[in-house]
């Protein structure tokens, strides 16, 4: 089995030049990759073409696939997430809240890198770059640990981001991608605590469970996206269809995509039919409850895929153009199913009125809260983060989508003109 400790010793050496690298160094690292990326496309997407052949030859499903696929389109935005990290304040070395003391001391709290980060994840090898330049502007080093469906593609972009630092005189280890899919390997990582400051996983409910059972390093979770989109009673028909047909169709087998429908008694008549025959057009199978069924049946909506829903079909992150739809009474039935059946990552409600949506934003505790929008903008990009390492469902000591300021942490500076302790 391939020794990790060296690696890592020379990761943990890495994160020390790291933590005190210039701004401008930095960025400089970021905007080559982005070129680097640019240049030899057809040499990642040949690498990308080995991992989705032998995906369709182990039968996987058509959405995981689409996520494994690294398109132009999907290349290009991992340049524009690099030339946006580059772009954005350097959080390291930050001072804020100063505050004087009434012995005169100054004491404000200094932003610092964690050191060396781990990412553990599944499919999507734009991770690879995304969590690699959100640890290098925030003065870290990162462990990339992806998964064997992603491996020759993380593999080509490894070696293409090694390349680039040693060119401009950076450690090569500021970036470690793990040379086997072995799961073994993992299991060591996690042990090695003296080395590694932080351990990420991004995946399915296998992968989070084994990570947070076995690691000795500190964990964010970044578990499971049961989403949820709320038709409150007053819901504009107009709004509602283009926010929730976006919100399970555009992308569903992200993390961020809906998958459970909950709609105001009062909101049928005027949202039910004209969402549920958008959704259906847009080839999203619909497990719906019995009030759900028998309001589409009095409006002479039927269709093979209106299928009654099943208790387990609440709470289920289906990432496929699977959708499950509930009637509630009211307001308050339908924060208590998110709270019931929600996994702390995104909620969103559509209304027209104002008072609602403050409340519904106060109510939910979830890491991403959206009035009047999509789920799918639940992502560190699309907030302006330039990307994410990961959307966190654990409150210490980042929630909600990880940029470069979620990658550091504080320490506590005091200045002083010789005062002593009494």
């Known amino acids: 089995m391939l020794d990790l400790r060296p690696m890592m010793t020379a990761a943990k050496a890495a994160s020390r030049q ?23 496309r057809a040499e990642l997407q ?22 494994l696929a690294l398109t132009d389109s999907v290349l290009a935005a991992m340049v524009d997430g690099l030339r946006d990290i580059a772009a954005q304040p350097d959080p390291v070395g930050e001072i804020g809240e100063l505050r004087r003391r009434p012995n005169g001391l100054l004491v404000g709290r200094m932003r610092i890198p964690l050191g060396v980060v781990a990412i553990i994840y599944e499919s999507r090898p734009n991770v690879t770059v995304d969590a690699a330049a959100l640890c290098l502007k925030a003065g870290n080093a990162v462990v990339l640990r992806g998964g064997s469906e992603a491996f020759h593609s ?7 981001m090694g390349e680039v630092l040693e060119r401009l005189g950076l450690p090569p280890a500021l970036v470690t991608v793990i040379p086997t899919p072995d799961r073994a390997v993992m299991a060591e990582l996690l042990k090695l605590d003296d080395l590694v400051d932080l351990v990420i996983p991004r995946g399915g409910k296998e992968l989070i469970r084994f990570v947070a059972e076995h690691s000795r390093i500190p964990v964010i979770k970044h578990f499971e996206g049961v989403c949820h989109t709320y038709l409150d009673a007053s819901a504009d028909p107009e709004v509602a269809v283009p926010v929730v047909v ?13 998958e459970t429908l909950l709609i105001h ?14 959704l259906l057009a847009a ?8 009030r759900t069924r028998q309001a589409l049946r009095a409006h002479g909506v039927t269709a093979e895929r209106i299928v009654p829903a099943q208790a387990s079909d609440f709470g289920c992150e289906f990432l496929d153009h699977i959708l499950a739809v509930k009637v509630v009474d009211d307001y308050a039935a339908a924060v208590a199913h998110i709270q019931t059946y929600g996994s702390s990552h995104t909620e969103a409600i559509v209304t027209r009125d104002h008072a609602t949506a403050m409340r519904f934003i106060r109510d939910i505790g979830s890491s991403t809260v959206i009035v009047n929008a999509s789920t799918r903008f639940a992502d560190g990009q699309q907030l ?32 002083g003109e010789g005062q002593t302790r009494t």
């Open 283 to 290: 080839a999203v199978e619909i497990r719906a409850c019995e």
């Open 46 to 67: 040949a690498a990308n073409a080995e991992d989705l052949a032998a995906a369709e030859r182990a039968g996987l499903p058509a959405p995981l696939r689409d996520r």
């Open 265 to 278: 008694a009062a909101a049928v008549e005027t949202c039910l039919v004209p969402v549920i025959q958008a």
């Open 246 to 258: 976006n919100a399970k169709a555009q992308r569903p087998a992200t993390c961020n995509a809906t």
């Open 154 to 160: 993380n593999q080509a972009l490894g070696r293409l």
């Open 384 to 415: 302006g983060l330039g990307a994410e390492i990961g959307i966190s469902t654990t409150k210490l000591h980042a929630f909600g989508p990880m940029g470069a300021r979620e990658l550091t942490t504080q320490k506590f500076v005091v200045f």
């Open 18 to 40: 790291a933590a005190v690298l210039d701004t401008a160094v930095k960025n400089q690292a970021l905007l080559a990759l982005a070129n680097a990326i640019g240049a030899r």
